[in-house]
């Protein structure tokens, strides 16, 4: 993988919207200049040799940790939380319609 | 005001009160207004706790271990008195409807709260010049960076604002602008403090830590703050406790590989001197190897931007944030609401997160990542066979200047390359001061031990401090 990543503007495009993210036209051009050296750094990994190694995804540890399954009070109340959003009604946060 | 003792001391004594102290914070923080480390102050909140905190002392009572300490805390903690905006358009308004765990034990010892330090937006970068709401300066030199993301609890700090600041860190948050502003920065093993209420950036390695001016008073906090929490289920049980009789003789390993040619000659030099302390007071200090150290920034930039992209995934304008207006769909909304609450940095790391998750490269980019991550491990777990602490420096130069890297990603990256090695790891590592450079500018040295050896790291500094 010694060759530097060649990453087009369709890629870019097709990132921006797996990311949910609505960008300019400029912001996509600078985009793809730094996501391209990045790429070209990151893909120095591709020299080791990882046969037969196990990932480490976490370096705690612990498994299954749990907990009494019961209820925990929270102080914390349902207009709060819909205070929270930018739009509510009728103890509902509104969105745009879906269908 | 600069330790937690002398504040402790003066206000059991009567010299002081509660709301004394927090009075002198705030004017400190209005009189150094020009760093721009903070995004807001508390004031109301904090002199009302300051008041029923000197009411109940009066009363006799015993208000807990930092009764009437203020302190500062990074924007990415949740906390009463004003928006969290983890320095972004995103959380700008955003009131906290409850506070992080650490704020919450750190209150309950009787500590006090007045401000919001700025960071990098969401703590992605190294030098706080990725805020929404611009950058804070470094404390010895306006002209240079105060580190990152935690710059504006590092400068604080420095500045005497308060005696104690927190602080995140993922890849070299803490110990990094530590290291740039001249104090000590604790960076505890992965899962000693609740990230409860903090939010989030890399979960499998995010953690909790504080900046203070000497390895006591980060003893103290770091008491105060750790310990299982049940609303973090990544949480240790509470294992730390601050060791008064440290193992005479410590073996300590200097990275051969962090001290190369690429490393600022006045930083080895200082690296070298703080060795010099360590041997004079009776450590072994000897050179080591750690080959994997160049892959670790490769493995970071893979592993932190996939957990990024699917921890901001969260921020949608709907429950709560900013929200896009004007919008015909969920789609436009969505789009329009990251595009316009997410600074540049975070679109990248989420863009590059997508991308090493998606089928096809997720093999190339992102498992590969994970499976040297267990051979970086496995580095380190050999070299504590023999060594009790690896020392390094924390970062390859002193701080750089304000606009000198923004424009290359891969460069401002390159700062961390010291710090990212022990968290990928989980391990705990601490930036202590070790000196300036011709230019005034304060130079910090790394120590990093196996998991759940943060006391000994700090009991080991203590052994040279001040000398």
């Known amino acids: ?99 | 005001m600069s330790r937690i003792s002398n504040i402790i001391d003066q206000i059991k004594s009567g010299e002081l009160t509660a709301r004394a102290a927090v009075e002198a914070a705030l004017e400190k923080a209005k009189s150094t207004d020009e760093f721009h480390a903070l995004l807001s102050v508390t004031e109301a909140r904090a002199l009302e706790r300051a008041d029923e905190i000197d009411a109940r002392l009066q009363g006799g009572e015993n208000v807990g271990r930092l009764a009437g300490v203020p302190f500062i805390a990074k924007d990415n903690f949740l906390a009463f008195g004003a928006p969290t905006t983890a320095a972004s358009r995103m959380l700008e308004k955003f009131d906290a409807p409850l506070q992080a765990t650490a704020v919450e034990k750190l209150e309950q010892e009787g500590a006090i709260c007045i401000g919001k330090a700025n960071l990098d937006a969401f703590a992605h970068g190294g030098s706080t010049e990725n805020s929404a709401f611009g950058p804070t300066k470094n404390a010895f030199d306006q002209t240079k960076v105060a580190g990152g993301s935690s710059g504006g609890s590092a400068v604080v700090t420095a500045l005497d604002v308060v005696p104690f600041a927190l602080g995140t860190d993922t890849g070299g948050s803490i110990r990094q602008p530590a290291s740039f502003n001249g104090v000590v920065g604790v960076k505890p093993t992965y899962g000693t403090v609740s990230r409860y209420g903090v939010v989030a950036m890399a979960s499998s390695t995010d953690t909790i830590g504080c900046f203070t001016k000497d390895i006591a008073d980060s003893e103290l906090i770091m008491d105060i703050m750790s310990g299982r929490d049940i609303n973090d289920m990544t949480t240790l049980p509470d294992f730390f406790a601050p060791i008064t009789d440290l193992k005479p003789g410590q073996k300590i390993g200097i990275i051969k590989e962090s001290m190369g040619d690429a490393v600022d000659p006045e930083v080895r030099n200082a690296v070298n001197d703080y060795i010099e302390k360590l041997r004079a007071v009776g450590h072994i200090v000897e050179e080591v190897h750690l080959s994997m150290l160049k892959y670790a920034l490769a493995m970071y930039y893979i592993i932190v931007p996939a957990e990024v992209s699917s921890n901001l995934a969260r921020y949608d304008g709907i429950r709560y944030g900013h929200r896009a207006e004007n919008v015909a769909t969920l789609a436009e909304l969505y789009g329009r609401t990251r595009d316009e609450g997410f600074v540049t940095e975070n679109k990248r790391r989420i863009m590059i997160g997508s991308y090493v998750l998606s089928s096809g490269y997720f093999d190339a980019y992102y498992q590969q990542a994970q499976k040297a991550r267990t051979l970086l491990v496995n580095a380190y777990e050999e070299l504590f066979a023999s060594y009790d602490v690896l020392l390094s420096p924390t970062a390859p130069t002193p701080a750089f200047g304000l606009g000198e890297n923004t424009a290359d990603p891969v460069q401002m990256y390159l700062a961390d390359i010291m710090t990212v090695p022990p968290s990928l790891a989980g391990l705990p590592a601490i930036s202590v001061p070790a000196g300036v450079s011709g230019a005034g500018l304060p130079i910090g040295v790394q120590l990093v031990g196996p998991r759940r050896s943060d006391a000994n790291l700090l009991a080991l500094a203590k052994s040279v401090e001040g000398k």
Not at chain 1, 21 to 30: A, C, F, I, V
Not at chain 1, 56 to 74: A, F, K, M, P
Not at chain 1, 77 to 83: F, G, I, N, S
Request: proline share 2%; no cysteine.
């Open chain 1, 1 to 99: 993988m010694d060759v530097m990543t060649v990453i087009s503007r369709d890629d870019v495009q097709h990132l921006a919207q797996l990311s949910s993210l609505q960008l300019t036209d400029e912001e996509l051009d600078s985009l793809q200049t730094d996501i391209g050296n990045i790429l070209g750094y990151i893909e120095q990994l591709g020299e080791l040799d990882t046969t037969g190694v196990e990932p480490t995804y976490q370096v705690t540890g612990l498994e299954n940790v749990w907990r009494d399954d019961s209820v925990i009070h929270s102080d914390v109340t349902r207009e709060q939380m819909l205070a929270l959003s930018t739009e509510s009604a009728s103890n509902q946060v509104k969105v745009p319609k879906v269908l």
